[in-house]
């Protein structure tokens, strides 16, 4: 299993200036940070490789943050789309599939937000199952804290206003929506009708 890059952003690039330039980048979540990028084209050097990169896209490009720096960021321009994922600063289990998170979405910027988790749907927890099944997330969330990861859903949120989001943990494990499925203890789910309901 791989778990998807950090760093990884849609950004709209302003009028060059060497490789360093004046770029908007989208952190998700509706936030748009201006930012100073120092951009290069991965294997290829100087300023002619990066204006082709950005011409041929007008403008829009996919950037991979490969550093920090006070003035400037340095970034790759990467072929591909943003994957909408963020660090967890702080996470606390609301039931077994839906946490209340504080994300780092990266340039200075953190949000609080409510995810559920997607794909799937756990017993209520007012049941007995229920009770069991988030006290095993909260354990597991206990166990992967500084590395908990959220991949979200570009700017979709189910019918309670939860933002639809896959949670993972250490690097190359499964995610906690493929755990809890495998483990007998959520069904499958996409957000229509539920079975008993």
Sequence with gaps: MST???GVYHATIGVLNGTMTPAMVDVGFGVRVHAKLNLAVPGEKGLRPVRK????????????VTGRAP???????????????????????????TLDTRLDLGFGVHIDARMR????????KTTADGVEVAAWVREWVAGQLGHLTVQTVKDK???????????????????LNELLLAAGMAQPYDGGARAGA
């Design 71 to 97: 003035i400037r960021t340095p970034a790759e321009l990467v072929e591909g789309s943003a994957p909408y994922l963020y660090r967890v600063a702080d996470a606390h289990v609301v039931d077994g599939d």
């Design 53 to 64: 990169w950005v011409t041929d896209r007008q403008g829009l490009v996919v950037v991979r």
């Design 157 to 175: 949120r189910e019918k309670y206003g939860r933002w639809l989001a896959t949670v993972y943990g250490r690097s190359g494990l499964p995610s």
């Design 4 to 6: 998807p890059e950090l």
């Design 117 to 124: 988790l997607l794909g799937l749907n756990v017993a209520e």
